[in-house]
């Protein structure tokens, strides 16, 4: 079932003469020809929720748009940068103007007049493509004044950020693309009341957006008639470490772990043992092997003590070294915190030391319990999500493999007696 | 001194009109600046904030948040080494040091001719090819030694 990757690796498909031989832009005429507030009733029917990370239904997230308040904006979130998640780039890379179609149809829905995309800052050859992109857009009359007589005017830009994880957070997002410090905000008030400019704003994954068009054309039943019963049709998984063929793939969702591991990406590499696996990008926690028939949803997922996050799924097989790589993400998080409040700040840099002192044989006995008692203090605690993400890698590989802490705390305390 | 050219002038001026209020153009001139000077020095701030009607001081507050920007001159080229998860579990560590020991450098240095700024890299999406880098706009992927040999010796 291919709805996002249809056609993805035709030649040209950038162009829009052969985007359109290929359906493209044909969405817009079935969207024009209804009320915006029934695009919005299809879209909540297809039970499509958002691809970014929080999984939020968004038909009922543009519903929340502040009642007669405009001028209202859409962003769209190209800031893909999550540890192991590499999908949003092969959409806009070779299929920009689909993610331009799902943004008119959504502008129209929300009646929406200005739209950003804003990549982050290493995407600038795909932003320079997708302003090409944009250009013949606007020559062809999907972008522009009046848009194939709709009454809708819609001017959509290119915005690059500059290197700042948080800055995928949405409203540190807002806060980048208003030209300030990529810091969160206080939520309450959502962006759907008080967005970009203090107006009300929609906010949305590349990959969430891309697949409107489809659900415009098919309508919200038939998208709703994949996947399981709560988790509605397809997703981009990014596959990535220990595996044969890692690249990118549409699954319908609820397919299980073991068959996008071993059908889809080839096994794992030299036929090694499968060790772990994380299943929804670095901020999520990591299972082991004995969970890979789990289904690839957002509820089984989570059952299992996990997330489906942003679609990346990181396999690691047995020669894996279990601190090695949580101290790397441990790094990651400390690294990316923006510093605004005190438990993410501080706790993501003592986890990152203490991860380090056992890596190197400096730490003693207790602490593995320490790094549980920081992920206790921040769970929860943190101004925006930054926080729990980084708990996530800690938290999860302590539980899943404390064996590996203890005995590498042994080993190396071992080998300090011996010298 | 530091001064935009007519052309830039006009360029600035299309920028700021995608927004309805200035302030927004901020990160959109810091790149301009940076993508003809390899960085943004003090006079560029000042210039920049003149534009946007935005102090000197709080140009670089907000400059600095971000990992691209440069307040120093760089390298002509600039190479991001991903040292991720994805990358990493695919031998990228060793790579780096391949890389830093061929260039003779440190991660985080120029190499004594200004041609190269290396530096290690959070995660650029690029997860299903690692070992990656980029250097200055263009992804290399699958990286192997005999690769970044090929790559980095081909750039005049």
């Not at chain 1, 790397?328 to 605004?340: N, P, T």
């Not at chain 2, 003809?36 to 020095?41: A, C, E, I, L, T």
């Not at chain 2, 391949?98 to 997860?127: R, S």
Request: proline residues 4%; contains cysteine; aromatic residues 8%.
């Amino acid at each position: 079932m291919q709805i996002l990757f249809k056609n993805i690796d035709m030649k040209g498909l950038a162009n829009i003469d052969i985007y359109e031989k290929q359906g493209g832009y044909q969405s817009l005429k079935k969207a024009f020809a209804k009320k915006p507030e029934e695009i919005i009733e299809i879209v909540k029917v297809s039970g499509l929720r958002g691809r970014g990370g929080a999984g939020f239904p968004a038909g009922l997230k543009w519903s929340f748009l502040a009642k007669d308040v405009f001028p209202r904006y859409l962003a769209c979130n190209a800031d893909e940068s999550e540890p192991g998640t590499c999908k949003d780039r092969e959409l806009l890379e070779k299929n920009p103007h689909l993610l331009i179609e799902g943004i008119v149809a959504t502008c129209y829905a929300c009646q929406i007049e200005t739209a950003y995309i804003y990549f982050r800052g290493e995407f600038q050859h795909a932003s320079d493509l997708m302003d090409k992109a944009i250009e013949e857009a606007h020559k062809k009359g999907y972008l522009g004044k009046n848009i194939m007589g709709s009454g809708l005017d819609l001017d959509l830009y290119t915005h690059l950020g500059a290197g700042a994880y948080i800055c995928g957070e949405e409203s540190a997002l807002l806060n980048s693309l208003e030209g300030r410090r990529g810091e969160p905000r206080l939520k309450p008030p959502f962006p759907a009341v008080e967005g970009l400019y203090g107006k009300p704003t929609v906010i949305n994954n590349v990959e969430t957006l891309c697949a409107v068009p489809w659900i415009v054309n098919e309508g919200g039943e038939k998208y709703a008639a994949i996947g399981t019963e709560k988790s509605k049709g397809t997703k981009l998984v990014s596959v990535s470490g220990h595996v044969k063929k890692p690249g990118n793939y549409e699954i319908v969702l609820g397919m299980p772990v073991r068959e996008i591991i071993f059908d889809l990406a080839g096994g794992i590499r030299d036929d090694n043992q499968l060790k772990a696996f994380i299943p929804g990008g670095s901020s999520v926690p990591m299972l082991t092997a004995d969970k890979v028939d789990v289904g690839y949803d957002y509820e089984s997922l989570q059952e299992a003590g996990s997330m489906l996050g942003s679609g990346a799924l990181i396999v690691m097989d047995h020669t894996v070294n279990v601190v090695e790589v949580t101290l790397r993400l441990a790094y990651f998080y400390m690294h990316e915190s923006c510093g605004k409040c005190t438990p993410c700040r501080e706790g993501t840099r003592w986890m990152w030391q203490i991860l380090g002192k056992i890596q190197t044989g400096e730490g003693v006995g207790a602490q593995v319990d320490k790094l549980l008692d920081i992920c206790d203090n921040m769970s929860f605690k943190c101004f925006c999500p930054l926080g729990d993400a980084a708990v996530g890698p800690v938290a999860s590989s302590i539980k899943c493999f404390r064996s590996d802490y203890d005995e590498l705390i042994k080993k190396l305390e071992g080998d300090k007696v011996a010298t | 001194m530091f001064v935009f050219t007519s052309e830039e002038k006009n360029k600035i001026e299309k920028i700021v009109g995608r927004y309805p209020v200035k302030q927004s153009a901020l990160l959109p001139l810091l790149t301009l600046v940076q993508r003809r000077d390899g960085y943004v020095s003090p006079e560029a701030m000042e210039a920049i904030g003149k534009e946007l009607e935005l102090s000197p001081a709080y140009v670089q507050s907000v400059m600095s948040f971000y990992t691209m920007y440069h307040a120093q001159p760089t390298g002509k080229y600039i190479i991001l080494f991903c040292h991720n998860i994805s990358c990493q579990l695919n031998g990228a560590d060793e790579l780096l040091k391949y890389t830093a020991k061929k260039l003779a450098t440190d991660v985080g240095g120029t190499t004594t001719d200004k041609k190269f700024t290396l530096h290690q890299e959070e995660c650029l999406a690029a997860c299903c090819g690692g070992p990656m880098m980029r250097v200055n706009d263009t992804f290399y992927e699958n990286l192997t030694r005999e690769k970044i040999d090929q790559i980095l010796d081909s750039l005049p």
